[in-house]
């Protein structure tokens, strides 16, 4: 194999392109476990078991509406980022719709949502355990992986040609 063609700056840029492809679909593909989970409405406590992470779902979407939500652990408020995603869950019969994840939920959790406008909220709103953080890790190993792959051929590419071109002068 002779790493000294111009064509292998290519397939160091197809390997790249291909990994950070392949891992940012993987990464994506993060969101399925809560597709599938089964939604709880908000008011009891969430058993969770330290690394889940806590989706917070309501039945209603209000987009022209700012909905503020806050993970009570005792006298902790925490507040729930907002979710970057629309993602729809249908769970026992009700269409549930994404509006944010709270990582590494503790136990004894409870959810409270309510609409920064204070005006009255006929919404309801539920809670999902899932792991997210474990397939968005290893989407961001694949993609990284390649993209150093990609450098380092790149890399030797370069210098095999250096080199030759130094032996001949």
Known sequence: ?????RRWYLVAGLLA???WIA???????????LREAEVVPVGQPI?????????????????ERAISCVARNG??????????VDIVVDSDGSRWHL???LSDAPD?????????????????YGTALVDLESRVGTGRAIAWTGLIAGLGLAGATLTA????ILAHD
């Open 161 to 164: 040609r250096t080199r030759r």
């Open 75 to 84: 006298k902790e408020r925490t507040p729930v980022p907002p979710a970057t």
């Open 47 to 63: 058993q969770a078991n330290g690394s889940d992470d806590l989706a917070v779902l309501t039945d209603l979407p209000q987009p």
């Open 1 to 5: 194999m002779e790493l000294t063609r």
């Open 108 to 124: 004894e959790t409870r959810i409270v949502c309510r609409p920064d406008d204070k005006q009255t909220d006929t919404a309801r």
């Open 23 to 33: 891992g940012t679909a993987f990464a994506a593909s993060a969101w399925d476990p």
């Open 17 to 19: 392109a291909l990994a």
């Open 99 to 101: 509006i944010g994840v």
